[in-house]
């Protein structure tokens, strides 16, 4: 992979490749699950946390080797499926059939091969004049004839556990040492043990990933599934090949995803929204009938009725209660607006608390960062903000007061008053500004 990451912990779609693998095990109602991991494998028990079992290969001795690391937690198992970690498309109906066939044949193994997959790098399934399958050859070795079968072998296997757990420890090494799992098909037909198969009928179901380049491929095909699957769940995408969304994201019905746009990480977006084009929106809650355009949000939530942009940031932290209207060029991070709030224009809010219904005239700025810590700005209901007001936190604006444009808020200002000048002087709002003295 030329990569310090693990090639399994590589992501396609937001999901690592080897939870992929998993999600359609899990999917498929197999179970108990187990991973083999090498000694190494705390990025793949992150990963995947306890929704499986855990066995450990001392050594890279080979995939042969690695199954029979699980022998002791699957010891009371009848059938045994076998996938490779790093072959990522298989899917649950497939896994389903391979299993329901195996037990229909009555096979000591059934091998899941393809006929629709291009054979280069892949291992020849090599048959018998009368059809049986008696190997399984690897390209690197295999000779002219071999090499012109188009039957490949997917990697993905289900095995009687009895026949299999004889049958590994009896698997030679090879030249560089390494025990093979594709050995066992040979064994079985040397005994005269019947060996089945099932074909996939999408050939993409046999590709694994060894390069950046195969990575690449698999993750557009992945992609493609599931913009596939959510616009038959009723997501519109006029033009889907400029869509992206992640492996673990949730789009309601009826919502739309325009062009430039990704929906990334555990993203979910409620029914009737609007994304894009040219959006980002990663690891965020968004409610219904909300309206994102050219925008980013990280980690946000937008309660129902919100629009955003275009070309604001919502950053981690940022809760946009109902109907809150974000304009263009507003930055919000790790803070609360409430119901009914604006911002329109060219604005930063940063660690506050904002109430209902108050108005941010554009250039508004929480001076929330003191040069030693973040302090917050709480601004009450109902509170007009003017054009270029400074906010130094920590400071409080209190209910239906207001302050003038370039206005420096440094000291609280009470319900009901105005707040102008640099820095603002406090001005009780029933009685206006000419003429009256500024409140102490």
């Known amino acids: 992979m030329r990569s310090a990451t693990p090639k399994v912990l590589h992501p396609i779609c937001g999901r690592e490749i080897v939870g992929v693998v998993v999600d359609s095990v899990l999917n498929a109602g197999l179970g108990p699950v187990v991973v083999v991991t090498p000694p190494d494998g705390t990025g793949i028990r992150d990963a995947l946390g306890d929704s499986v079992l855990y ?13 029979n690391q699980a022998r002791d937690l699957l010891a009371d198992q009848e059938t045994v499926v076998m996938l490779a970690g790093d072959v990522p498309l298989v899917s649950s109906g497939t896994l389903r059939k391979l299993v329901e ?20 790098g892949l291992g020849r399934v090599v048959r018998s004049d009368d059809g049986h399958i008696t190997a399984i050859t690897e390209e690197r070795v295999a000779d002219r004839e071999t090499l012109a079968v188009r039957e490949v072998n997917s990697g993905v296997y289900c095995a009687s556990a009895d026949w299999l ?28 043990l019947v060996v089945e198969s099932i074909q996939t009928k999408d050939g993409n179901e046999a590709l694994g990933v060894n390069n950046l380049i195969e990575l690449s491929t698999v993750q557009g095909v992945l992609q493609k599934r599931i913009r596939e699957r959510w616009m038959a769940e009723g997501v519109s995408m006029p033009d889907p090949g400029s869509v992206y969304v992640d492996y673990l994201a949730k789009i309601g019905q009826d919502s739309i995803i325009l062009p430039n746009s990704h929906v990334k990480g555990r993203t979910t977006i409620g029914p009737r ?14 409610g219904s009938d909300c309206k994102i355009v050219a925008s980013v949000l990280e980690e946000a939530t937008l309660e129902d009725g919100v629009d ?6 919502l950053r981690p932290g940022a809760y946009l ?98 707040a102008i000048g640099v820095p603002a002087r406090l001005f009780p709002k029933k009685t206006g500004v000419s003429g009256n003295r500024p409140a102490e």
Not at 55 to 67: F, K
Not at 101 to 120: K, R
Not at 177 to 188: I, K, N, P, R
Request: with cysteine; aromatic share 6%; hydrophobic share 35%.
């Open 273 to 286: 929204c609007e994304i894009g084009p040219n959006t980002i929106v990663s690891d965020s809650l968004i």
């Open 165 to 192: 757990w004889k049958a590994l420890p009896k698997l030679k090494a090879s030249e560089v040492g390494e025990v093979y799992l594709t050995d066992l098909v040979a064994l079985a037909a040397a005994d005269g």
């Open 55 to 67: 066995a450990e290969q001392s050594e890279p001795l080979g995939t042969g080797h690695a199954a």
């Open 321 to 418: 209660e109902s109907e809150v209207h974000i304009g263009n060029y507003t930055e919000v991070k790790n803070s609360r607006l409430g119901r009914g709030t604006k911002s329109g224009h060219f604005s930063y809010i940063g660690d506050a608390d904002v109430g209902r219904n108050v108005n941010i005239g554009a250039g508004t700025i929480t001076c929330n960062f003191d040069g030693e810590k973040k302090n917050r700005t709480v601004i009450e209901d109902d509170v007009s903000l003017g054009s270029d007001t400074m906010l130094v936190a920590p400071v409080t604006v209190g209910a239906r007061s207001y302050t003038g444009a370039g206005s420096v808020v440094n000291k609280d200002v009470p319900p009901d008053y105005g």
């Open 101 to 120: 066939q195996h037990a229909v044949n009555g096979a000591v193994l059934t091998v899941l091969t393809s006929t629709l997959t291009e054979p280069a």
């Open 308 to 313: 955003v942009g275009p070309f604001s940031h």
